[in-house]
């Protein structure tokens, strides 16, 4: 069993909308959470972190964290055509410092 | 700061040969990571070092393969002999304490 899961996509959202990545993960030791932006032929960029229960938000970007339920998101709010990328969902265990990446969920907002 | 440093960016080699990737870290980050990416697989991590040591290198697909840390601020991903299945994004990420992973621009390898 895949330890990080996304839904592949892809997931089309009108420009000015809101878009909304989800995220499960398999592990009850994982602690730390991250979502990754990757453009195209670009390499990852970390875009959000979270650690706790409940919401973070970073200008447009807000990630959330279930703990219960090992389920994390990440929403876009008023979505521009250069949110256009694959989001990457990642997790982190307790026990050690090994980052583990999910498949990714690629977004295109429509103008 | 500089970023993570990779070399080369692309690299074409012939099967049977050996292929080396270079990594510097970001200075003063304490953990360092080898992924690869292909489209079938997606990001798998490889290997990890803590403080120069590697910690786990579970991922690493076969014997083929092996990473050295020989100091704070230099890496290598070996492959000998390369395989055409090889072919992939190799990445190379830093990262402090726990914090996030910040990731080097990559290396394209293709073994023809």
């Known amino acids: 069993q895949k330890e990080v899961e996304q839904n592949s996509g892809p997931l089309s959202v009108p420009e000015g909308a809101i878009a909304s990545l989800n995220c499960t993960y398999s592990?009850?030791?994982?602690?730390?959470f991250f979502w990754y932006r990757q453009y195209s032929g670009k390499s990852p960029e970390l875009i959000m972190s979270?650690?706790?229960?409940g919401d973070k938000e970073d200008g447009r970007f807000t990630a959330q964290l279930n703990k219960a339920s090992q389920y994390v998101s990440l929403l876009i709010r008023d979505s521009q055509p250069s949110d256009s990328a694959t989001y990457l969902c990642?997790?982190?265990?307790?026990?050690?410092?090994?980052?583990?990446f999910g498949s990714g969920t690629r977004l295109s907002i429509r103008p | 700061d500089a970023g993570v440093i990779q070399s080369p960016r692309h690299e074409v080699t012939e099967m049977g040969q050996e292929v080396t990737l270079r990594c510097k870290p970001i200075?003063?980050?304490?953990?360092l990571f080898w992924y690869r990416q292909t489209m079938m697989r997606g990001l798998e991590l490889l290997i990890y070092?803590?403080?120069?040591?590697?910690?786990?290198d579970s991922g690493m697909p076969e014997d083929r393969f092996s990473a050295k840390m020989p100091n704070a601020s230099f890496s290598t991903l070996k492959i000998q002999p390369s395989e055409p299945r090889d072919s992939a994004v190799y990445f190379c990420?830093?990262?402090?304490?726990?914090?996030?992973?910040?990731f080097g621009s990559g290396t394209r390898l293709t073994v023809v």
């Open positions: 070092f803590n403080n120069n040591v590697p910690i786990d």
């Open positions: 979270i650690y706790s229960n």
């Open positions: 592990d009850r030791g994982s602690q730390s």
């Open positions: 990642a997790a982190s265990y307790s026990s050690a410092s090994k980052i583990i």
């Open positions: 990420a830093s990262s402090l304490q726990k914090g996030g992973a910040t």
């Open positions: 200075s003063g980050h304490d953990y």
